[in-house]
């Protein structure tokens, strides 16, 4: 609970390292992927597994849910991306979208956006599956990317790189967050679309403006890398 601090309710997987987990738009489910291939439901209520989606041959590393709540989409170890229909407990397609592994995925009703340890950054249309823009094709790793709401941006961060925002619709460099002197670890965008909170190994915590570009506040982490 974000009120109390105390701990709701556990989930466990008995077989394999969990590496991702995200909660659906209705907040009756979390998705999670492991290192067993195995991307599992759970049920909010009661912290029971509600079913498992078999499809991916390795590590399971990031997962998420498009707004609506129908489609979830997951990456894997070997740069396999899995678009699954939650309505039908089904794989809608798999495609090898990636060279290697798949650090962050994000999504909008309409399009879902990989990052990989290729360095690519790459919109996809959802559930088709065709690739429509490589937004960044670089050797260093893309870890993280957010949709900034309403669903026109995104931003990624990654390896020793400014964040980058990108017009997911055009498939244009939108702008620069600049500020971070170490590998960008995480990056998450606030509900109205007006902030973006970043966190990397330069043990830092940065709230940027999105409109103006611009550094809003610098949290420090004396001891610990995020």
Same mark, same amino acid.
């Given at each position: ?17 969990? !590496? ?16 067993? #291939? ?9 912290? =029971? ?7 991916? =041959? ?10 609506? /709540?129908?489609?979830?989409?997951s990456g894997d170890w070997l740069g396999t991306l899995v678009i699954w229909d939650l309505t039908k407990m089904r794989k809608v397609r798999a495609i090898k979208a990636h060279r290697t592994r798949i650090m962050a995925i994000a999504c909008t009703n309409a399009k879902t956006i990989t990052g990989s340890g290729d360095g690519a950054v790459c919109v ?11 937004? =960044? ?9 957010? $949709?900034?709401?309403? /669903?026109?941006?995104?931003?990624? #961060?990654?390896?020793?790189?400014? $964040?980058?925002?990108? !017009? ?10 600049? /500020?971070?002197?170490?590998? $960008? ?7 109205? #679309? ?5 966190? #990397?190994?330069?043990?830092?915590? =940065? ?10 506040? !610098? ?8």
């Open positions: 609970s974000l009120e109390t601090g105390q701990v709701v309710r556990t989930f466990s997987s008995p077989r394999s390292s969990i !590496n991702a987990v995200v909660i659906d738009p209705r907040n009756r489910l979390a998705l999670s992927g492991s290192d067993d #291939g195995v991307v599992r439901g759970w049920d909010l209520r009661t912290g =029971r597994q509600a079913f498992e989606l078999k499809e991916h =041959r390795s590590f399971v590393m990031s997962v998420a849910v498009t707004p609506g /709540g129908r489609f979830a989409v996809w249309a959802i559930p088709k599956g065709k690739r429509l823009f490589v937004l =960044r094709q670089r050797a260093a790793s893309c870890d993280s990317i957010a $949709i900034v709401p309403p /669903g026109k941006l995104a931003v990624a #961060g990654g390896d020793y790189d400014p $964040i980058k925002i990108w !017009n997911v619709n055009s498939g244009k460099l939108a702008g620069e967050l600049q /500020g971070h002197t170490d590998q $960008i670890r995480a990056v998450a965008a606030s509900r109205d #679309g007006r902030l973006v909170v970043s966190a #990397g190994d330069d043990r830092t915590v =940065r709230v940027w403006d999105v409109k103006s570009r611009r550094e809003q506040e !610098n949290l420090q982490l004396p001891q610990a890398d995020v």
